[in-house]
């Protein structure tokens, strides 16, 4: 029973490229939530979704980045024309509804952005 | 904007010695749940209390919510050197429907000393 995946696990761009960072959730979840974690600071809400909707995107920033949850396959999280401040890890949870009250939250082990 | 403070940011203790570290904010929480976070990892849930003045205990960690469901804290017993970790705790939203949106603190680094 396979946990939340998270690919690839470092990431490395240069300033510019696109980043794109995968998400599988656990098996049976139908709800993804992305967040960031800047050094120094707590982790961040950026996105929740769930297959084929963005339900709040409200902690995202408006220019470059994106997320998806398709119907199949995993959901993606884009970073269009990295800068060095996209630089933090960025994680990827899971839950079987939208809501932590009952379940808690399932957290990948996170991607690393680095932007040189 | 809701907040969490949790203290103290760093603690350093030896092994077999207890401890407690706080979380706490002037907003209103439907929940709040602590995670544990190790180096290149994602944080991996402890508990999740959901009533004012809720206690759980998980084998040496106590957990307690506070009455206004505002403020939390974790008591470490006789702690070991596998306790070692970022703590985070966690507020789930109690606002227009976004009890989802978790509202993270910055942390507690505990580092348990043999």
């Known amino acids: 029973n396979a946990g939340v995946m998270q690919n690839p696990r470092h990431l490395v761009r240069r300033r510019g490229q696109e980043a794109r960072l995968r998400c599988s959730p656990m098996?049976?979840?139908?709800?993804v939530y992305w967040y960031r974690q800047l050094p120094e600071e707590g982790l961040k809400f950026m996105v929740y979704?769930?297959?084929?909707?963005?339900?709040?995107e409200s902690g995202m920033p408006k220019e470059r980045f994106s997320a998806e949850f398709p119907k199949e396959g995993p959901s993606i999280l884009r970073i269009q024309q990295v800068v060095r401040g996209d630089s933090a890890a960025y994680f990827c949870?899971?839950?079987?509804?939208?809501?932590?009250?009952?379940?808690?939250?399932?957290f990948g082990s996170g991607t690393r952005l680095t932007v040189v | 904007t809701q907040l969490l403070e949790q203290s103290p940011q760093f603690l350093s203790i030896q092994e077999g010695e207890n401890l407690t570290v706080y979380c706490n904010s002037s907003?209103?929480?439907?929940?709040l749940q602590w995670y544990r976070q190790e180096p290149g990892e994602g944080p991996v849930l402890l508990v999740t209390?959901?009533?004012?003045?809720e206690v759980k205990k998980l084998k040496r960690l106590t957990f307690q919510f506070g009455d206004a469901r505002k403020d939390s804290s974790l008591h470490i017993t006789a702690a070991q050197p596998g306790d070692t970790g970022l703590y985070l705790c966690?507020?789930?939203?109690?606002?227009?429907?976004?009890?989802?949106?978790?509202?993270f603190g910055k942390g507690t680094l505990l580092t348990v000393n043999p």
């Open positions: 979704l769930q297959k084929e909707n963005i339900i709040d």
């Open positions: 966690a507020g789930e939203g109690n606002s227009g429907g976004s009890n989802y949106k978790l509202t």
């Open positions: 098996k049976g979840h139908s709800h």
């Open positions: 209390v959901v009533t004012g003045g």
């Open positions: 949870a899971s839950s079987p509804v939208g809501s932590s009250s009952n379940y808690g939250y399932t």
């Open positions: 907003s209103v929480f439907s929940s």
